[in-house]
Every structure is written in structure tokens, then in C-alpha cells.
């Protein structure tokens, strides 16, 4: 199912279950879940989730296939992944421009040399990944706290690998701001460097201050003033898309969540009435 370009959704996560059920089904537009936290789940849950995913649009935002690794990609996941997919008539599924196994899984989100080697390496392993599912995927850019080997800018490494693999990117705002400040480059001068005609919808969360100059993405927070801005500015440069709130832990009242969703659909309205500027590139 496609998603309108402006559309506003909520992270699916187990804490939210029961609110959910209960709330509005216009009280967001669509649902994000972690495809691997569901797939297989049956019993009561099980059943929970299909209600949920039947009133709401899904969209699904993977953890394990490690673009960037070095194991070779799961094709049994894969395979578990287009069932899932197709059974819930997801129309956006997106993963991380990171790796997250090496001889087993880490659980984490480690960041990628930015090199010409690793462009070809992800890109090749994102076409794999799309002609197993079917599918056009997004990629997402991680949040990152030590950097390796930078032979080029990250914004060059981005657009590299998206025309490489000919691929969709998901935006993560939030992340575009903590590695901002973390590594001491201009947000926004890094938001107009991304291709508009490649995004293919947004993320947005809230962080950590842990000090002046450094930021940790927790998505355990409300989001911060600075992020909306950014947000906003992303908008005006590159088109509304639809939006998602993340939120993975320390959760608020639904209502409180929902009134962040409803501050996505005002920016998207807001932006709306002007035409976006060609700001990126391709």
C-alpha cells in the first residue's frame, strides 16, 4: 500500500500495543515496525499485530541484514522477509546504511568506511537484497560516534551509494542533527546536499544531550526544537514525504505521541502551500 506524500505515522512498538487498539484510526496516517520483531510472532500478539496492521497502513524499517557487512546477506531472512512483506502489502521497506553482524550479530548499528570500495560493496549488496524482495528498498543514514576511514564527505558517500544501487533514501533528521554536532559539520548545508528525487520519506526522534558537542540518538525523548526546524527546512528543500515518529522506549501518554504526529502534519501542511526548491542533487 502507497503512502500519500503527506502522511504523519508512529514507531509499532509492543509497549504501544494496547493504546493503539484503542486509539482513533485517523490518529496516524501509518504504522512502522521492525519486520524481524514480528515475523513469526503468533498467539494473542500475533493477533494483535494483524488488527493493528489491518486498520493502518505498514511500513517496515529492518535491523539484520547488515548492508555493510562482510557475512554474506541472510537469504533465509530474506525469503521470511518478502513473505512478511507481501502478506501485509507493505509498500515501503527500508534498512540502515551501516553493519550490524560480523561472524554473528552485534546488535548494533556500526558505520561504514566512506570509500569507493564500500560504495560498490553496499551497492552491490542492495540490488541483491532488492531483486530477493521484489522491490525498490529505502536506506536510511545512521547516526555515528566514531567515524572510520573517511576518504570522502559522508553526504558524497550517500548519494554515491544510492546511485550505485539505484536505490531510495530514507531521510532520518534527527540523525542529520546529532552527527551535525557530533562531528562538527553544518545540518543544513548537508540536508540540501541530498537528493530529493531519492527520498523517499523521512524519519524524526528525539535525543540525548549528553554535552554541547556531543548527542547520543536515543529515540527515548521528545523531539527537539532544533529537529523540527530542520524538518521543516528538509520540507521546503526536498518535498513533503511521509513522516514517522520514532520512539523506543521511556513512552509518554499515546496522547502525547499523537501530538507530535499532529506537528508533522502541520509542517506538511505549512509546506504544502509553497513549492519545494531543487536543493539536491540528481
Keep these: 500500500m502507497m503512502l500519500a506524500d503527506a502522511s504523519a505515522?508512529?514507531?509499532l512498538r509492543r509497549a504501544l500495543m494496547g493504546a493503539l487498539q484503542s486509539a482513533d484510526d485517523g490518529a496516524v496516517d501509518f504504522l512502522e515496525c521492525a519486520p524481524e520483531n514480528w515475523i513469526g510472532v503468533g498467539g494473542k500478539l500475533g493477533e494483535s499485530f494483524a488488527r493493528l496492521a489491518s486498520r493502518h497502513a505498514?511500513?517496515?524499517?529492518?535491523?539484520?541484514?547488515?548492508?555493510?557487512?562482510?557475512?554474506?546477506?541472510?537469504d533465509t531472512l530474506l525469503q521470511k522477509l518478502r513473505r512478511f512483506l507481501d502478506r501485509y502489502r507493505v509498500g515501503l521497506y527500508s534498512e540502515h546504511l551501516s553493519y550490524c553482524a560480523d561472524d554473528g550479530q552485534l546488535y548494533d548499528l556500526l558505520p561504514i568506511p566512506?570509500?569507493?570500495?564500500?560504495?560498490?560493496?553496499?551497492?552491490?549488496?542492495?540490488?541483491?537484497?532488492?531483486?530477493?524482495?521484489?522491490?525498490?528498498?529505502?536506506?536510511e543514514n545512521v547516526s555515528y560516534y566514531a567515524a572510520p576511514y573517511q576518504a570522502m564527505a559522508e553526504a558524497d558517500f550517500v548519494?554515491?551509494?544510492?546511485?550505485?544501487?539505484?536505490?531510495?533514501?530514507?531521510?532520518?533528521v534527527n540523525n542529520i542533527y546529532v552527527n551535525s554536532i557530533n562531528h562538527g559539520y553544518d545540518a543544513a548545508a548537508f540536508l540540501a546536499r541530498m537528493p530529493s528525487r531519492r527520498i523517499a520519506s523521512y524519519h524524526i526522534a528525539g535525543h540525548y544531550d549528553e554535552a554541547e558537542d556531543l548527542k547520543v540518538d536515543t529515540h527515548g525523548a521528545d523531539v527537539k526544537?532544533?529537529?523540527w526546524l530542520l524538518l521543516a527546512e528538509a520540507y521546503r528543500l526536498h518535498g513533503v514525504r511521509p513522516t514517522l515518529l520514532e520512539r523506543d522506549f521511556n513512552f509518554p501518554p499515546l496522547a502525547d505521541l499523537l501530538a507530535e504526529v499532529e506537528r508533522i502534519r502541520a509542517l506538511q501542511r505549512a509546506a504544502g502551500a509553497q513549492p519545494a526548491q531543487a536543493a539536491g542533487h540528481g
Design 225 to 227: 526544537n532544533d529537529v
Design 9 to 11: 505515522g508512529l514507531g
Design 114 to 139: 566512506f570509500t569507493d570500495e564500500a560504495v560498490a560493496h553496499v551497492a552491490a549488496r542492495i540490488r541483491r537484497v532488492q531483486e530477493a524482495l521484489g522491490r525498490r528498498i529505502a536506506v
Design 58 to 74: 505498514l511500513t517496515c524499517h529492518g535491523l539484520s541484514l547488515s548492508l555493510g557487512g562482510a557475512e554474506p546477506l541472510d
Design 159 to 172: 548519494a554515491a551509494v544510492l546511485d550505485e544501487a539505484d536505490c531510495d533514501l530514507l531521510l532520518d
